[in-house]
């Protein structure tokens, strides 16, 4: 059935592709003119012709096409590439992206042809600790193109098995002269209710051909308020009986005796008869699953961006060019979040009363006596910053030999405090709820019998936690390059390229003593004079469904923090082994130094040209990782070192078979180093006789790809053109825990540092050189095969109207594997990109749809339930529409709507009524003005 739907929407894309492409050649029959292309026509026709020249698969976003177009960063602006997926938060705001398919720790970043790295961790609770970048720190405003390989040349830097993506920021001489560029705009969340400001300036100028300077600046303190339901997966009930228990979640119990004040016509202290009340069976009962926390939050807060780029370029002869880049970006981000918790998880005091489930066994219907909520009051603040420097130069020695080079430095550094109260309802007080999740409903419906907003209602200390994180990234390396030949035709490329990268993580946490102190200074006596109303008026109103209560408390955060004395707590926290995230301390620095050699040439096949393109890149890598290790409640850090060596051959031609045809074959072998996360060393020994270890694995093998590409093009003129292209990668390099056997020397650690009973125990047998069996992440030869299609569509549609324009993109992806463990999650089997453009009489139009289909995140088993967690479709329109004033041709009325069909963000535990997170970031109008002078 997906086969077939999939080949009918290809059949409807091809069909609209034939009726433009019938009307192409009638515009090449016409008398030549000299006509000046600009706006979105232009961006795409640049695209076009950059795509065309190549020689390799490549898709490219031009400078118009971003500033013209609703997108509030570069993850946003590539989103339109086909192949590419994006990584949206909870805002709805794209943060990473993904290529072909595989997640964004496997899609080299590149800024100006050298590494970038931000020290950000990713979308809400991701927590990143792999090799993924934010891009949400990048405006489109300061950049001019973005340019993403899908196939490699031996000259890029390596490191991406799915592709690189190259961001070039703007320079002067991408359009000589003076000029100035301003855009001031307003952002309004209908979710949020406020206006926001957005701006930007650009100025640049250049003397002569010698030299060319180029300022920029964009800023942005936009009002975010994201209003959600969390589950965080379902569990089933401990209840023993035979044939109970099948589905082995086992994540809390019910009473088996009857509380006190628990209502419902229930007696106290009378044996809970579970089949009485639930009116199910016990195995069926057993094996019914219920939200852990059902839960409805609130994220509402502000994230602040200022960012800066100084570009400049010095050619003091025809023969001599020098530029210098220098980009930095500051971020700041304040949020209030808030959640109310059904207390499920780890549960042992409610009564189950008239319970229905479905065919799954998730719960539809159910009453829970003596049921219990908690409040999470989580609001945090973070800090990023990031910094960039790039000289470079090119010298054509001659006609026949050209030499560049360019050294690279970044820094970035990462700041985040979340500092959380949580409060309880009391037991015994007749608090009653009502679980009712409907078929077709986003999320279950949670109605208590009492007010959550009513600060005397009992709330009781669950916690204090005083947690925060530090991360900083550094970059550096040189590049060097050297053609010989015709760069434009036959040549002969070699280079070098070295380059040193640090990431380290460190995560604090004093919640022990926050704890001890804020619970005796503020008993639960007197929590009601710190609590106060909470902020979610409207609370899941964008969701369009009953969301069972529509506010609730929230801490009077400046009296408790005072109170509780909270930042002294969080100055003092001492380092701890993760962060709240589950993110490890740590530090990785790794050394690249790299070689290659590449050859460049056209050649004749029966009067065709054939561009191709050959070589080989060779690198070595070190790898210096360092972890805490905690033993007998000490932590010291442990550093292993490791090197390997890779070899990447690559091959790409493009063989002009017709004057508007071309036919572009790729070969090639990527790769992608391994999870650092996951080489950590973190030694620890839970056995008083020191026969067990763990231990992250400081060997681990990179991911390597074995890649087939082609493809076909056809050129209509213009910016239109039609490509179809297929793709096969061969992955290897997936890992699985495993226990291996090692010397107790090779561990890393001293013996001295063991308790005295483990090194006892290793003296009585063969002291250091005693065989431990160690738990370890270990790769395994099992090979993920991905095979893709990926369907291009730009064409003018003048014979219809002047300025009338469609794009389109489709990708198709089907993936398999020799194993269990080589699997992509978050990789979706369709999707797909349609726009309209109008451009004329002053008025630029742009209207389109994105659309991703489902997708499985995470495999099973979750929650010792055997169901993996999915994502469900997303589909979002979004429109810009560009007025240019006719007495005034410099300055044009701006208007953007982002996310107009109200999309949600989607998440389920294996069935479709089992939600684990529904997000509602609504809709987005960004109106303004845009200045040239």
């Given at each position: 059935?997906?086969?077939?739907?999939?080949?009918?929407?290809?059949?409807?894309?091809?069909?609209?592709?034939?009726?433009?492409?019938?009307?192409?050649?009638?515009?090449?029959?016409?008398?030549?003119?000299?006509?000046?292309?600009?706006?979105?026509?232009?961006?795409?026709?640049?695209?076009?012709?950059?795509?065309?020249?190549a020689?390799?698969?490549?898709?490219?976003?031009?400078?118009?096409?971003?500033?013209k177009?609703?997108d509030?960063?570069?993850?946003?602006?590539?989103?339109?590439?086909?192949?590419?997926?994006?990584t949206?938060?909870?805002?709805?705001?794209g943060?990473?992206?993904?290529?072909?398919?595989?997640?964004?720790?496997?899609?080299?970043?590149?800024?100006?042809?050298?590494?970038?790295?931000?020290?950000?961790?990713?979308?809400?609770?991701?927590?990143?600790?792999?090799?993924?970048v934010?891009?949400?720190?990048?405006?489109?405003?300061?950049?001019?193109?973005?340019?993403?390989?899908?196939?490699?040349?031996?000259?890029?830097?390596?490191?991406?098995?799915?592709?690189?993506?190259?961001?070039?920021?703007a320079?002067?001489?991408?359009?000589?002269?003076?000029?100035?560029?301003?855009?001031?705009?307003?952002?309004?969340?209908?979710?949020?209710?406020?206006?926001?400001?957005?701006?930007?300036?650009?100025?640049?100028?250049?003397?002569?051909?010698?030299?060319?300077?180029?300022?920029?600046v964009?800023g942005?303190?936009?009002?975010?308020?994201?209003?959600?339901?969390?589950?965080?997966?379902?569990?089933?009930?401990?209840?023993?009986?035979?044939?109970?228990?099948t589905s082995?979640?086992?994540?809390?119990?019910?009473?088996?005796?009857?509380?006190?004040?628990?209502?419902?016509?229930?007696?106290?202290?009378?044996?809970?008869?579970?089949?009485?009340t639930?009116?199910?069976?016990?195995?069926?009962?057993?094996?019914?699953?219920?939200?852990?926390?059902?839960?409805?939050?609130?994220?509402?807060?502000?994230?602040?961006?200022?960012?800066?780029?100084?570009?400049?370029?010095?050619?003091?002869?025809?023969?001599?060019?020098?530029?210098?880049?220098?980009l930095?970006?500051?971020?700041?981000?304040?949020?209030?979040?808030?959640?109310?918790?059904?207390?499920?998880?780890?549960?042992n005091?409610?009564?189950?009363?008239?319970?229905?489930?479905?065919?799954?066994?998730?719960?539809?219907?159910?009453?829970?006596?003596?049921?219990?909520?908690?409040?999470?009051?989580?609001?945090?603040?973070?800090?990023?910053?990031?910094?960039?420097?790039?000289?470079?130069?090119?010298?054509?020695?001659?006609?026949w030999l050209?030499?560049?080079?360019q050294?690279?430095?970044?820094?970035?550094?990462?700041?985040?405090?979340?500092?959380?109260?949580?409060?309880?309802?009391?037991?015994?007080?007749?608090?009653?709820?009502?679980l009712?999740?409907?078929?077709?409903?986003?999320?279950?419906?949670?109605?208590p019998?009492?007010?959550?907003?009513?600060?005397?209602?009992?709330?009781?200390?669950?916690?204090?936690?005083?947690?925060?994180?530090?991360?900083?990234?550094?970059?550096?390396?040189?590049?060097?390059?050297?053609?010989?030949?015709?760069?434009?035709?036959?040549?002969?490329?070699?280079?070098?390229?070295?380059?040193?990268?640090?990431?380290?993580?460190?995560?604090?946490?004093?919640?022990?003593?926050?704890?001890?102190?804020?619970?005796?200074?503020?008993?639960?006596?007197?929590?009601?004079q710190?609590?106060?109303?909470?902020?979610?008026?409207g609370?899941?109103?964008?969701?369009?469904?009953?969301?069972g209560?529509?506010?609730?408390?929230q801490?009077?955060?400046?009296?408790?923090?005072?109170?509780?004395?909270?930042?002294?707590?969080?100055?003092?926290?001492?380092?701890?082994?993760?962060?709240?995230?589950?993110?490890?301390?740590?530090?990785?620095?790794?050394?690249?130094?790299?070689?290659?050699?590449e050859?460049n040439?056209?050649?004749?096949?029966?009067?065709?040209?054939?561009?191709?393109?050959?070589?080989?890149?060779?690198?070595r890598?070190?790898q210096?990782?360092?972890?805490?290790?905690?033993?007998?409640?000490?932590?010291?850090?442990?550093?292993?070192?490791?090197?390997?060596?890779?070899?990447?051959?690559?091959?790409?031609?493009?063989?002009?078979?017709?004057?508007?045809?071309?036919?572009?074959?790729?070969?090639?072998?990527?790769?992608?180093?391994?999870?650092?996360?996951?080489?950590?060393?973190?030694?620890?020994?839970?056995?008083p006789?020191?026969?067990?270890a763990?231990?992250?694995?400081?060997?681990?093998?990179?991911?390597?790809?074995?890649?087939?590409?082609?493809?076909?093009?056809?050129?209509?003129?213009?910016?239109?053109?039609?490509a179809?292209?297929?793709?096969?990668?061969?992955?290897?390099?997936?890992?699985?825990?495993?226990q291996?056997?090692?010397?107790?020397?090779?561990?890393?650690?001293?013996?001295?540092?063991?308790?005295?009973?483990?090194?006892?125990?290793?003296?009585g047998?063969?002291?250091?050189?005693?065989?431990?069996?160690?738990?370890?992440q270990?790769?395994?030869?099992?090979?993920?095969?991905?095979?893709?299609?990926?369907?291009?569509?730009?064409?003018?549609?003048?014979?219809?109207?002047?300025?009338?324009?469609?794009?389109?993109?489709?990708t198709?992806i089907?993936q398999?594997?020799?194993?269990?463990?080589?699997?992509?999650?978050?990789?979706?089997?369709?999707?797909?990109?349609?726009?309209?453009?109008?451009?004329?009489?002053?008025?630029?139009?742009?209207?389109?749809?994105?659309?991703?289909?489902?997708?499985?995140?995470?495999?099973?088993?979750?929650?010792?339930?055997?169901?993996?967690?999915?994502?469900?479709?997303?589909?979002?329109?979004?429109?810009s529409?560009n007025?240019?004033?006719?007495?005034?041709?410099?300055?044009?009325?701006?208007?953007?709507?982002?996310?107009?069909?109200?999309?949600?963000?989607?998440?389920?535990?294996?069935?479709?009524?089992?939600?684990?997170?529904?997000?509602?970031?609504?809709?987005?109008f960004?109106?303004?003005?845009?200045?040239?002078?």
């Amino acid at each position: 059935m997906n086969l077939i739907q999939n080949s009918l929407k290809l059949a409807l894309l091809g069909s609209v592709c034939a009726a433009t492409l019938i009307a192409a050649p009638v515009q090449a029959q016409q008398a030549p003119e000299e006509i000046v292309v600009t706006g979105i026509r232009r961006s795409l026709q640049d695209a076009a012709d950059s795509k065309r020249r190549a020689t390799n698969f490549t898709d490219s976003v031009y400078a118009e096409d971003i500033g013209k177009f609703p997108d509030l960063n570069l993850a946003e602006a590539l989103n339109r590439i086909p192949g590419v997926q994006l990584t949206r938060d909870t805002s709805g705001e794209g943060v990473q992206i993904s290529v072909r398919g595989l997640g964004p720790s496997f899609t080299k970043i590149l800024l100006n042809g050298s590494q970038v790295a931000v020290a950000s961790d990713g979308t809400t609770d991701s927590g990143n600790s792999n090799r993924e970048v934010d891009l949400d720190m990048f405006p489109t405003e300061l950049f001019t193109k973005l340019e993403v390989s899908k196939t490699p040349t031996a000259h890029q830097l390596e490191g991406g098995v799915a592709g690189t993506v190259d961001m070039r920021n703007a320079r002067a001489f991408d359009n000589p002269g003076m000029h100035a560029n301003v855009v001031a705009q307003g952002q309004y969340n209908d979710s949020s209710g406020k206006y926001s400001p957005r701006g930007a300036m650009i100025v640049s100028n250049t003397w002569g051909e010698k030299f060319g300077a180029l300022l920029g600046v964009a800023g942005a303190n936009v009002h975010y308020r994201t209003d959600g339901f969390e589950t965080i997966g379902y569990t089933t009930p401990t209840i023993s009986c035979a044939g109970c228990n099948t589905s082995q979640g086992v994540g809390f119990s019910f009473a088996t005796t009857v509380p006190a004040n628990a209502g419902q016509g229930l007696t106290p202290g009378a044996p809970v008869n579970l089949v009485q009340t639930s009116g199910l069976s016990l195995q069926q009962l057993s094996n019914s699953l219920w939200p852990r926390l059902a839960r409805n939050a609130i994220l509402d807060g502000t994230r602040d961006r200022a960012s800066a780029v100084l570009a400049l370029e010095f050619r003091p002869t025809d023969r001599l060019q020098f530029t210098l880049d220098i980009l930095g970006a500051k971020a700041n981000r304040n949020f209030n979040r808030l959640d109310m918790n059904l207390a499920q998880r780890n549960s042992n005091f409610t009564v189950p009363i008239g319970v229905q489930v479905d065919a799954n066994n998730v719960v539809t219907h159910a009453t829970l006596a003596n049921a219990q909520f908690f409040l999470e009051a989580r609001p945090y603040s973070e800090d990023v910053d990031f910094f960039n420097v790039n000289p470079g130069g090119t010298w054509w020695v001659n006609d026949w030999l050209k030499i560049q080079g360019q050294v690279n430095y970044g820094l970035s550094h990462f700041h985040r405090v979340a500092n959380s109260y949580l409060f309880n309802t009391p037991l015994n007080s007749g608090l009653a709820v009502t679980l009712d999740n409907p078929a077709g409903a986003d999320f279950p419906i949670v109605t208590p019998n009492q007010s959550l907003d009513n600060p005397n209602l009992g709330w009781q200390w669950n916690s204090i936690r005083v947690q925060s994180v530090r991360r900083s990234t550094t970059t550096r390396g040189t590049h060097w390059d050297g053609t010989v030949g015709d760069e434009n035709g036959d040549n002969i490329k070699v280079g070098v390229a070295y380059d040193d990268a640090l990431r380290t993580i460190k995560a604090y946490d004093n919640g022990t003593a926050a704890n001890t102190f804020g619970q005796s200074a503020v008993p639960n006596s007197s929590l009601s004079q710190f609590l106060i109303s909470g902020p979610a008026d409207g609370l899941l109103g964008l969701s369009g469904q009953n969301p069972g209560y529509t506010r609730f408390v929230q801490p009077n955060y400046g009296k408790l923090d005072a109170a509780t004395n909270l930042k002294f707590f969080s100055d003092s926290a001492p380092f701890v082994l993760s962060s709240a995230t589950n993110t490890p301390s740590g530090a990785i620095r790794e050394k690249n130094l790299g070689g290659y050699a590449e050859i460049n040439g056209v050649a004749k096949f029966f009067d065709r040209d054939i561009r191709m393109n050959a070589g080989v890149r060779a690198i070595r890598t070190q790898q210096s990782i360092t972890g805490p290790i905690s033993i007998n409640g000490v932590i010291s850090s442990q550093t292993l070192d490791t090197s390997y060596n890779a070899y990447l051959p690559s091959f790409n031609a493009a063989v002009d078979l017709w004057k508007n045809v071309v036919l572009r074959l790729a070969g090639s072998r990527t790769m992608t180093r391994p999870n650092p996360n996951q080489m950590l060393p973190g030694t620890t020994f839970s056995d008083p006789s020191a026969q067990v270890a763990n231990q992250g694995n400081p060997n681990l093998a990179p991911y390597y790809s074995d890649n087939a590409d082609i493809g076909l093009e056809y050129y209509t003129g213009g910016s239109g053109y039609l490509a179809v292209n297929f793709f096969h990668k061969a992955i290897n390099g997936f890992t699985v825990n495993q226990q291996v056997t090692r010397p107790f020397s090779d561990l890393g650690i001293p013996l001295s540092s063991l308790a005295q009973i483990q090194q006892d125990a290793l003296l009585g047998r063969q002291g250091v050189n005693t065989l431990i069996s160690v738990n370890t992440q270990v790769n395994i030869g099992q090979t993920l095969y991905l095979n893709g299609l990926e369907l291009t569509v730009n064409q003018p549609l003048d014979f219809i109207t002047k300025g009338l324009g469609f794009t389109g993109n489709y990708t198709h992806i089907d993936q398999s594997s020799t194993g269990t463990a080589a699997v992509a999650t978050g990789l979706a089997k369709y999707a797909y990109n349609i726009g309209a453009y109008y451009e004329n009489y002053g008025v630029s139009l742009r209207v389109t749809y994105n659309y991703l289909n489902g997708r499985v995140t995470a495999t099973a088993p979750q929650n010792n339930v055997n169901v993996p967690l999915r994502t469900d479709p997303y589909g979002q329109i979004d429109m810009s529409v560009n007025y240019t004033l006719p007495w005034m041709e410099n300055i044009q009325l701006t208007f953007n709507g982002i996310n107009l069909n109200n999309e949600r963000i989607r998440n389920t535990f294996g069935y479709d009524n089992a939600a684990y997170s529904v997000y509602y970031p609504g809709r987005q109008f960004i109106f303004g003005v845009r200045g040239k002078f």
